[in-house]
């Protein structure tokens, strides 16, 4: 069975994408040897051969795509490219990559489109949080990439360890959790 669903979301890849190659391991393969270590600070459960067959719109499906490319770059407070990036950064720039401007801040982020409720959310929407617990204004943001059974999956640059992708179900991001957004 998985392997049927497997087939087929290849098949709607292809299809949708012009040609070009869009899944996860095409990604790990492209990305320069020194930026492919951030594979192995996956979580356990990121599997992209399981991933939810979806009917994506192309800009969502190109924005997510986009955003893959980042993987293992490193946090820069304020970047925007593969030499550093804060999460904003990240954000921003996949959607300005597809002719989406988006304002630059997580903060100012999280006021634009349809507040969500979880069990709404698709792959493309934002999720914001609230880290610093001194102050009550959100101050980040991640890109839902994945849809697991019960995972939310979501790309986004921590101070940490850069540009990687965690879990809404971690400990650390449900207690910081405050919204989702949808802006396509």
């Given amino acids: 069975m998985k392997i049927w669903k497997f087939s087929l979301l290849l098949l709607v890849i292809t299809l949708t994408s012009c040609g070009a190659q869009k899944n996860t391991a095409a990604h790990q393969q492209q990305i320069a040897p020194e930026r492919q270590q951030s594979y192995a600070a996956l979580p356990d459960f990121y599997d992209p051969d399981e991933e939810t067959i979806e009917e ?80 009550k204004n959100i101050n980040h943001v991640g890109l839902v990439v994945q849809l697991d059974d019960d995972k939310i999956l979501f790309i986004h640059s921590s101070t940490s360890r850069g540009v990687i992708i965690s879990a809404l179900e971690e400990t650390y991001w449900r207690e910081h959790f405050v919204m989702a957004r949808r802006i396509l």
């Fill in 56 to 135: 994506l719109a192309e800009e969502t499906f190109n924005i997510v795509d986009y955003a893959y490319q980042f993987l293992g770059t490193s946090y820069k407070y304020g970047g925007t490219t593969t030499q550093g990036m804060d999460c904003s950064g990240l954000v921003y720039t996949c959607f300005l990559e597809n002719n989406i401007e988006l304002p630059r801040s997580s903060r100012d982020m999280a006021l634009l489109g349809e507040q969500l409720d979880l069990p709404q959310v698709r792959t493309g929407d934002l999720l914001f949080f609230k880290t610093d617990r001194r102050k």
